[in-house]
């Protein structure tokens, strides 16, 4: 069975920094792209960022970039999101994902097999 496993999820101050974690298990770990998305109240779900395990690749939304990093440790079978300069407008319920494409729409929701439960980050003005 596979799951997904978030944490590291908050309350900060505008200018602060999050580290969000996704264990994962029940799956041959460098199979899947590892999505970040987040979801806004009353917003769709967006892709953020994700990683390929088995070459290190990544790929961040425009909305991120250069605040954002991800990173996994595989040994660990553990993907990690570094936020820093955190924005009121980043907060969303952050879930962790697994996709089997890597490339073009691995950011969209619609092409992602697994789910964690999702952590609540929240960024106070």
């Known amino acids: 069975e596979v799951q997904l496993v978030e944490s590291g999820g908050g309350l900060v101050q505008a200018g602060g920094s999050l580290r969000l974690s996704c264990i994962a298990s029940?799956?041959?770990?460098?199979?899947?792209?590892k999505v970040w998305f987040r979801q806004a109240p009353g917003k769709e779900r967006e892709g953020v960022s994700w990683?390929?395990?088995?070459?290190?690749?990544?790929f961040y939304a425009d909305s991120v970039k250069g605040r954002f990093t991800i990173s996994s440790d595989n040994a660990k079978n553990t993907v990690y999101l570094q936020m820093n300069s955190l924005k009121p407008e980043d907060t969303a319920v952050y879930y962790c994902?697994?996709?089997?494409?890597?490339?073009?729409?691995?950011?969209?929701?619609?092409?992602?097999?697994?789910w964690g439960q999702g952590t609540q980050v929240t960024v106070s003005s």
């Open positions: 029940g799956f041959t770990f460098d199979n899947y792209a």
């Open positions: 994902a697994l996709s089997p494409t890597k490339g073009v729409g691995t950011l969209s929701p619609d092409n992602a097999d697994y």
């Open positions: 990683i390929s395990t088995s070459d290190g690749h990544t």
